[in-house]
């Protein structure tokens, strides 16, 4: 039974489609959906204090982002949500989702990464490979 399901963001339109979708479907099944945004550390700070503002500064795009999704959403439930500081996304989301019992994964098709020689982003292929649960790519 699907209950507990945990929603990839980046912030591409990809991703918003995915968590519309996310939460009508946990609205259909009386579940939960839960967020979770991957922020990648920023490739140019030099310091560990310009790495936590770049961080911060992305954590914030992504919130509002994120805010402006959810007052679209045909069905009014609370979605928590959560930022972590990772490389991979892939692995974040993967991790996360087998640490915390997660039924189902939902991530967008393509977010913000190029697109491999096979038509899907390396992440998505990455989860795809190594996911704990079920993943629905939207």
């Known amino acids: 039974m699907i209950r507990r399901i945990l929603v990839g963001f980046d912030g591409s339109t990809e991703a918003q489609h ?3 979708v996310a939460i009508a ?3 259909d099944l009386h579940g939960d959906a839960h967020v979770l945004m991957v922020v990648r550390p920023s490739a140019h700070a030099e310091t560990p204090e310009e790495r936590a503002r770049a961080a911060q500064a ?3 795009n992504l919130s ?13 439930r609370q979605v928590s949500t959560e930022a972590i500081v990772a490389d ?3 692995a974040a989301i993967a991790g996360y989702a087998e640490e915390h019992g997660y039924d189902l ?3 967008g098709g393509h977010g913000r990464e190029q697109m491999t020689h096979r038509g899907i982003g ?3 292929e990455a989860l795809l490979r190594h ?6 790519v939207i």
Do not use: K, Y
Not at 70 to 75: K, L, P
């Open 58 to 60: 992305e954590q914030e």
């Open 88 to 90: 991979g996304p892939a």
């Open 25 to 27: 479907l946990a609205a």
């Open 64 to 76: 509002r982002g994120l805010a402006g999704v959810q007052s679209q959403a045909q069905h009014r």
């Open 18 to 20: 995915a968590l519309l």
């Open 105 to 107: 994964i939902v991530v």
């Open 122 to 124: 390396q992440s998505l």
């Open 131 to 136: 996911h704990p649960c079920p993943v629905l």
